[in-house]
């Protein structure tokens, strides 16, 4: 496994299960989620493929379960309040926002030994028998196949496609934090705020700790390059006479943590796989965050990667070629429509024309729940294992 973020541990643990000896080599001295990312939604589809690689009882120690979806405008208005009891029974797992460092954390010590940091692949060479991953310190693994699980900017991927165009901004930028702000954030709900050309996400974490959002769209986030304006003191401004708690979630973060986040996805390619190597996560199909699948599909691809490798479900043991094209054709339809998807809701959010606005909004208000997530909810969450 090249790359050691949640994806790929995750990969290893389900190999692992499944009777598949699989390390992961990460390219940082330390684990990413320790330097970025703060806070992640697993919904029900995430939770049972940690479910399904025996690690989702660590859920009750660093998630918070999550029951209300909210959507309000920035004139403090409550558009919507989806109920998420009925898709946690009907699929019988819960929604847990987490601490991503959690975590990643877990996973990496569940892993164990078989996570190798400060190792950055270089290389890699295939012949009718395995696969040579050859590192910058000079060190090669051989095995019998390679999976590239290191993200949107993915080495393993370039290996595949020389010659693909780098990954496509989204037009928006987010600005993430977390801060401990007891009662900030009600009980068990997802909120999420629309403005014109920005909005807000916020919910709680475990132990009074809350997660925010701050995304704005090109126009607005570039002037804090051309004014070099501080982050912290743009978004005072941005979110000025927000609803509660939006100003004090800010006020209250480290300025200097504030740094901003392209948000960045690729079209969806015909195919992540060539030969004994493959693609996972980020590294095949990196989407924006406007359905929260990223981290979800990532675990879905070590799950179903893990049963075609094993030959479960009448799969191709023992031609792992063979089987990382399984792999790869139980996963294409299905992550391709979710990227096209998430890509789609975020146009839908970004809206600046008052008029516009007031469409979304209302649309939101009569319509949302019925129409968009009556389509998007089985799309996203029934599993293909």
Request: proline share 6%; glycine share 12%; hydrophobic share 45%.
């Amino acid at each position: 496994m090249i790359g050691g973020g949640i994806g790929g541990l995750a990969a290893v643990l389900a190999l692992r299960r499944s009777g598949i000896r699989a390390a992961a080599y990460e390219r940082t001295r330390e684990l990413r989620a320790e330097r970025s990312g703060h806070g992640l939604i697993l919904w029900h589809n995430a939770v049972l493929a940690l479910r399904a690689i025996g690690f989702d009882k660590p859920l009750d120690t660093v998630g918070h379960p999550i029951g209300t979806y909210r959507f309000r405008a920035a004139a403090d208005r409550t558009l919507a309040r989806w109920d998420l009891g009925p898709g946690a029974e009907r699929y019988n797992a819960p929604v847990y926002a987490v601490s991503r460092p959690a975590l990643h954390r877990a996973l990496a010590e569940e892993v164990g030994e078989d996570l190798h940091t400060g190792a950055r692949c270089v290389a890699l060479a295939q012949d009718d028998d395995g696969v040579v991953a050859g590192f910058e310190d000079g060190r090669e693994v051989r095995a019998a196949v390679v999976v590239g699980a290191d993200g949107l900017r993915s080495a393993v991927r370039r290996t595949l496609m020389p010659y693909e165009p780098p990954p496509r901004y989204a037009g928006y930028t987010a600005f993430q934090g977390v801060v401990h702000l007891p009662g900030a954030a009600e009980p068990g709900v997802f909120t999420n705020t629309f403005g014109a050309g920005k909005w807000f996400v916020h919910y709680p974490l475990a132990d009074g700790h809350v997660y925010w959002d701050g995304i704005l769209d090109e126009r607005t986030a570039r002037r804090l390059d051309a004014f070099g304006m501080p982050a912290k003191s743009m978004l005072a401004q941005e979110f000025a006479g927000w609803p509660d708690p939006v100003p004090a979630l800010i006020g209250a973060s480290a300025a200097e943590r504030l740094a901003p986040v392209d948000i960045f996805d690729r079209d969806p390619v015909p195919r992540w796989t060539s030969g004994r190597v493959t693609l996972l996560g980020d590294a095949a199909h990196p989407m924006t965050f406007n359905l929260g699948q990223g981290v979800g599909q990532a675990l879905e691809d070590a799950v179903v990667l893990a049963r075609c490798l094993a030959g479960d479900d009448g799969g191709p043991a023992g031609d792992p070629a063979a089987a990382l094209l399984a792999y790869q054709r139980r996963r294409l339809d299905r992550t391709t429509r979710i990227v096209r998807r998430s890509r789609a809701n975020g146009t839908f959010i970004r809206r600046r024309s008052p008029v516009m606005c007031r469409l979304r909004d209302t649309f939101v208000r009569v319509a949302f729940e019925r129409l968009v997530f009556g389509k998007t909810y089985g799309l996203t969450m029934d599993t293909d294992f």
